[in-house]
């Protein structure tokens, strides 16, 4: 059965990945200065991008484009790439890395640049990775780039080469910005950002801040109740009881998970744990000797009852504005609750039950942000692994019903 379940998810998600592509309205400009109006596939990029999918009508065939035949390309309204023959050090803060040259080296390379601030200063970014770098220019002069760099002096010391706040000094004079507020700027996004907002305010320049951050939600609440079909068998060969099959089990489940949605991406990564409770329980007569006609049994009984806490990725495939597909993967500890294998005769068994972790797969639909379903299938888990000569198969597939409460 999880067999069949396993390759059912697998179909549809193939299918779904495929299939899925969402486009917003946006524009891009030829190597010949056309404005090109059209609906570009906005993955929100992560790192920088080196080329971009768009269509001509919503309803038209998707085409491709590199960084080689556009110049600049924006989606919506906070978004907004422009190419770039630059000068970029990608020298890395990685302290096993690290070098003691404290000038930049730089590699000339032509970048899709991300537009934060334009006016009559105008601020750029280019994330890869690891790496982060910022990029600077006034009027009309040449993009160049924010020198930070970390470096090592005399093989021990750690030190920073913060040219980045003479180049400020140098280039956005104006009476309403003193030395001491440049001093105190850091490399990073939000005080390049003001800086550069307060320049082009004090020059009276237009300014458009593509950087003003949108409001998005981070975080999700859901209570997760839903029903557990398992099944459960031990073994040992050494034993006078070799081999017990408790056969399936339906049991009810009730979990409260927490979502973390990754800022990138339009909303498609999310890092989630769900605490849930879950039980199995069951009974079975066993033969444990016979010589001749002297036939003797006794009933064997399994209660396991634990906390599941599985710790996974969920990526989103958006169907609409309302629906989507998604799937799941995470890594299960678990946590019993006073369970054991006991035999009427405890003489013959008393085994207390410690679990190994497991994994899971998930395949799930969620409607308007709130509701959900999701079939979901566990690895065989080991829940008697602190005894040696004994050894188990558990394995469980879940329903699961979703309610988003925060």
């Not at 996004?189 to 320049?205: E, H, M, R």
């Not at 709130?370 to 050894?391: A, D, F, K, P």
């Amino acid at each position: 059965m999880k067999q069949q379940l396993l390759l059912i998810s697998a179909i549809l998600l193939s299918t779904i990945c495929y299939s899925q592509i969402n486009f917003e309205k946006g524009y891009f400009i030829t190597n010949d200065n056309e404005r090109v109006e059209c609906f570009i596939k906005n993955v929100d990029w992560k790192d920088n991008p080196t080329g971009f999918e768009y269509k001509l009508a919503e309803g038209s065939e998707p085409h491709d484009v590199s960084i080689v035949k556009v110049k600049e390309f924006g989606v919506g309204e906070l978004l907004k790439y422009k190419r770039a023959l630059v000068k970029i050090d990608r020298s890395v803060k990685n302290i096993s890395t690290l070098k003691e040259n404290r000038d930049p080296e730089f590699n000339e390379e032509t970048l899709f640049l991300q537009q934060l601030i334009q006016g009559k200063a105008n601020l750029y970014t280019y994330t890869e990775s690891n790496l982060n770098r910022y990029f600077f220019n006034v009027d009309s002069t040449e993009i160049e780039q924010l020198v930070f760099k970390t470096y090592l002096d005399n093989k021990i010391y750690i030190k920073e080469n913060n040219t980045y706040k003479q180049q400020l000094r140098e280039h956005l004079k104006c009476k309403n910005i003193d030395i001491d507020e440049i001093l105190k700027i850091r490399y990073t996004k939000s005080d390049l950002v003001g800086i550069f907002i307060k320049y082009n305010k004090c020059a009276k320049s237009d300014l458009v801040n593509y950087a003003e951050p949108t409001k998005r939600k981070s975080t999700n609440v859901s209570i997760k109740p839903g029903f557990g079909f398992s099944s459960l068998s031990i073994q040992n060969s050494s034993s006078s009881i070799k081999y017990i099959d408790f056969g399936s089990n339906q049991n009810f489940r009730f979990g409260v998970e927490l979502e973390y949605i990754l800022p990138y991406n339009k909303n498609r990564w999310i890092i989630f744990i769900e605490p849930t409770y879950q039980y199995f329980k069951a009974e079975r007569e066993i033969t444990y000797t016979q010589v001749y006609s002297i036939i003797k049994k006794t009933n064997v009984e399994v209660d396991y009852k634990s906390i599941e806490v599985p710790v996974g990725v969920r990526h989103n495939f958006f169907l609409s504005e309302r629906s989507r597909l998604f799937i799941n993967g995470a890594f299960v500890l678990d946590f019993n609750l006073n369970s054991s294998i006991t035999a009427e005769r405890k003489d013959l068994m008393d085994l207390e039950i410690s679990s190994r972790p497991n994994f899971i797969l998930g395949l799930g639909y969620g409607y308007n942000d709130r509701y959900s379903i999701e079939l979901r299938v566990g690895s065989n888990r080991e829940i008697l692994g602190e005894h040696i000569s004994w050894h188990s198969d558990y394995s469980a597939y879940s329903i699961i019903f979703g309610l988003r409460i925060f």
